[in-house]
């Protein structure tokens, strides 16, 4: 017998459950945690966040597939098998519902609309002159599966895109800029920067003091990577000296987001409680399965996490 076990406390497993076990070939069984039968039966995990310890008490685990596009969440146990290969998610849906989220974010800072908003709740009837669209330069932090159809989408829309990776890159139509120098040659252009970054011991922290003070005055940030990406008290101190314009955050340092932190009534910060892109059960069991079937047949599998480098 194998076995495939499903481990979310925020995904739902019933969902999961069905379109998996209608992908995956039928000598597989979908179990779903705390059900762990056998635990020798256990070849294939598949999680988010799962809890310390659990993935190294299955001794014949083959596979550890992250139910997330990002696996730094696995690697934060300290118990991980670290034979047993990570694989991430990479799937079209995935990248749509977070470029939707860029879009509106950087469309919503780009026609005023935070303030607009404000002064509704004031009654105050007041024009704001648009930002023309063609001289707007946006900057993508982390131009990847996700971070690419960010990019393009708002390139379409008309912007001056531009796109920050490790590697130099090049996209067309998107200025690409690699490494520690190209991002202080991209930030002083950029009205405002999107972060599609995984995040890894380089990444960590990117957005702070330094960086936030190359961009231009009333620069807008939007975080849709990993809350770790941003230095808290260097945001909120731009944020309040006016340095930086407003912020739309979707990850967070502490998630749930603790109940006393400033971001939760700070009058330049949206935020949202990490829902920019969800993996969804009927697009991503099927791309799973594929993987598990190429696992079987000794090929190359798609998305296979690079953990020297974090991602
Ligand atoms: P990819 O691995 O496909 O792309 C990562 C990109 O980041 C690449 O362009 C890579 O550069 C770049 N990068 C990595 N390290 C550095 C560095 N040190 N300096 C500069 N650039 C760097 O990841 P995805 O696009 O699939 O996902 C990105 C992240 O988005 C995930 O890891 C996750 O954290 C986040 N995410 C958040 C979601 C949410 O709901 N908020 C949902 C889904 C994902 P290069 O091209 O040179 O390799
Ligand atoms: C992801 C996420 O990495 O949901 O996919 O954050």
Redesign the pocket.
């Known amino acids: 017998m194998s076995a495939l076990l499903f481990y979310s406390e925020q995904d739902p497993a019933e969902l999961w459950s069905a379109e998996l076990q209608s992908a995956l070939p039928s000598d597989i069984r979908v179990r779903i945690y705390p059900d762990l039968g056998d635990p020798t039966d256990v070849e294939y995990v598949l999680c988010w966040q799962p809890k310390a310890g659990l993935l190294a008490s299955f001794p014949n685990l083959k596979l550890i597939l992250s139910l997330?596009?990002?696996f730094d969440h696995v690697l934060q146990d300290p118990d991980r098998p670290v034979h047993v290969p990570i694989v991430r998610i990479?799937d079209d849906t995935?990248s749509t519902m977070?470029s939707e989220y860029a879009v509106y974010a950087v469309l919503g800072f780009h026609r005023f609309m935070p303030q607009f908003q404000s002064d509704q709740s004031n009654k105050i009837w007041k024009k704001r002159w648009p930002n023309f669209t063609p001289d707007t330069h946006i900057g993508v932090l982390?131009?990847?599966?996700?971070?690419s159809d960010v990019a393009y989408k708002l390139r379409g829309l008309g912007f001056q895109v531009h796109g920050?990776?490790?590697?130099p890159?090049q996209l067309e139509g998107i200025s690409c800029h690699a490494g520690k120098d190209g991002l202080f040659e991209m930030l002083p252009q950029c009205q405002q920067i999107v972060v599609?970054?995984?995040?890894?011991s380089?990444?960590r922290g990117i957005v702070n003091k330094e960086t936030l003070a190359a961009l231009p005055e009333g620069a807008f940030i939007t975080n849709?990577?990993?809350g770790g990406h941003v230095v808290d008290e260097d945001l909120l101190a731009a944020l309040d000296s006016g340095h930086i314009g407003g912020a739309f955050l979707?990850?967070f340092n502490q998630e749930p987001l603790p109940a006393d932190h400033s971001y939760w009534d700070h009058p330049k910060v949206i935020m949202t409680p990490?829902?920019?892109?969800e993996i969804v059960p009927r697009s991503c069991a099927r791309s799973i399965a594929a993987n598990i079937e190429r696992y079987r047949r000794g090929e190359p599998l798609d998305g296979i996490a690079d953990i020297e480098r974090g991602?």
Not at 142 to 147: D, K, Q
Not at 274 to 277: I, L, N, Q
């Open positions: 997330a596009a990002g990479i995935l977070m982390g131009i990847g599966a996700i971070g920050w990776s490790r590697n890159k599609v970054l995984p995040l890894t380089e990444t849709i990577g990993r979707d990850v990490h829902v920019a892109g991602y």
